[in-house]
Structures are given as C-alpha cells and as structure tokens.
C-alpha cells in the first residue's frame, strides 16, 4: 500500500468523523459510519475532508468547540476502523445516510433502509 497524503489526510478526517460519531460502538457500527462517509466522498466526487466538514451533515463538526479527541484508546480504536474500512468492501449496501435509531428525522422516509448496525439505522438515496 502506497501512502500518499491524500490517503493519510482521508485517514485522519475518516478516523475524526468515527470517533466523534461512533467511539462507543461495536466496530461493525464504526465501519458503517465510515463507509457512510466514503459513500458519500465517492458520489459527489469529494475528499473525505470536504464530506466531513459539509455544513449540518456530521453535527460534531458545528456543535463542538474542538475537534481534538481526549480518549486515547478510543481514538486508536476508530483509527483502526478508519483503516479498515478505507481498505475493505463496503457492505452497508451503498449507505449514505444514518442516524441514532431513537430519533426520527424527516429525511428518512424518502430513504431506502438498509439495515441497523449498534445504535444507528442507515439508508441510501
């Protein structure tokens, strides 16, 4: 595997994204967020960066004053998930969107389900 700064930049915004939205689930639920975030950087033809960092879709990135993680263990956790999932098939079904399975944001009835993995549902357009 040939490392160039692209893949270790999506690395680092992948494993952020992870650990602020999924550092306490099962690995299976972190690496459907982390295709989630993949899906998406392949369809609108973005960097994981520019997915992340997109106004109002991953909500640590306008409600917290820092994107700086203080769980170490966690983070090296979602670090491993990043790379496993930026090396692995997708198997969330093309999954673009997910959200906590005790909310009901309006958005998903116009969304295919896909399936449940820890706490968050996920869909596709």
Known sequence: ????????????????????????????????????????????????????????QFSWTFQKSSYLPTESDALVDCLQSALKAMTTSDFTDGATFYHRKDVNPSWAGDMTYVAQYGVHKFYRD
């Open 1 to 56: 595997m040939v490392l160039t700064m692209s893949f270790l930049e999506g690395l680092l915004w992948l494993t952020l994204n992870i650990y602020h939205e999924a550092r306490s689930e099962p690995q299976i639920g972190q690496l459907a967020v982390a295709h989630v975030t993949l899906n998406r950087a392949v369809k609108t033809h973005e960097s994981v960066e520019q997915v992340v960092n997109a106004p109002y």
